[in-house]
């Protein structure tokens, strides 16, 4: 674990564990590289060096006021995986992290980057706009914005019920991950947060997903409240060169952790296919 300082004077807090092929994680709003714990485990137990950092702004990074944005997510993730002097790795992003994943390959990755993964992705785009009109509309984030800037501990509370799924009939509340999800949130910066939700949700990646010429595994759930499958996964897989699609039945947003097992075994296979 270490800190690299880049060159706006943003410190990227990050973990770097084991050796081998390097897969490199990227987390979704509003959380941190913790996220990751199952995957993390899992991999450097296969013989892979797993890199994860906290975006700026989140987690034991920086709680930057500035840079929060995909562009500048994007140029941070070049100048850690320069810094490690990262080849041939394979980047996996959740979420907001997908989107991360996808610019990344897109403006820096080319001689870098072997596969990508995008697990309940905010690709290609979340918001309404002329070219998806069927998408969200612009309310529904100026809720969450509304939300973040003024009650944002209770906030994070409830949001945990819908991204795991915990709301529907028969589910098995975990107390413990919704904790961890709460505590992950609260270590980071309100500003950052805040300024994330653009970037979530406004942020067009058609152009990326269109760009990119390595193989790409999308991963999404059918039951995925936060970010819905048919706005993202079924529209993204159809803009990528070399992508393929594993869509999982009642499976939630969350399913990294509440489905660790299948998703490990999946992105395995996908790994050393």
């Not at 975006?55 to 850690?80: K, P």
């Not at 939300?147 to 209770?154: D, S, Y």
Request: negative net charge; glycine residues 10%; charged residues 20%.
């Amino acid at each position: 674990m270490g800190t690299l300082k880049l060159k706006d004077g943003t410190e990227i807090y990050y973990k770097d564990w084991g050796t081998g092929q390097p897969l490199v994680f990227h987390h979704g709003w509003p959380l941190s590289s913790d996220d990751w714990d199952a995957q993390m485990l899992f991999f450097v137990n296969k013989g892979y060096r797993v890199i994860a950092h906290d975006r700026r702004g989140h987690g034991r990074s920086s709680q930057t006021a500035f840079g929060n944005n995909m562009d500048t997510y994007a140029s941070d993730v070049d100048e850690l995986v320069t810094a490690l002097n990262l080849k041939n790795a394979v980047h996996i992003g959740h979420s907001t992290g997908g989107g991360e994943v996808i610019r990344y390959a897109a403006k820096y990755g080319k001689g870098r980057i072997a596969k990508a993964v995008l697990i309940s992705a905010v690709t290609p785009i979340m918001v309404k706009t002329k070219d998806y009109p069927n998408n969200v509309p612009m309310e529904v984030f100026d809720e969450i914005r509304f939300n973040t800037a003024t009650n944002r501990n209770q906030y994070f509370q409830d949001f945990t019920l819908p991204f795991f799924g915990f709301n529907r009939e028969g589910a098995k509340v975990s107390q413990g991950v919704r904790d961890n999800w709460w505590r992950q949130g609260m270590m980071g910066g309100i500003k950052a947060h805040y300024d994330c939700i653009a970037a979530f949700s406004e942020t067009d990646f058609t152009e990326d997903l269109k760009s990119v010429e390595i193989p790409v595994l999308v991963m999404h759930g059918e039951d995925d409240q936060i970010v819905p499958i048919d706005l993202t996964a079924k529209l993204a897989i159809g803009l990528l060169k070399n992508g393929s699609l594993i869509t999982y039945p009642g499976f939630p947003h969350g399913m990294p952790t509440t489905e660790a097992a299948t998703i490990n075994k999946d992105l395995l296979a996908f790994i050393t296919a």
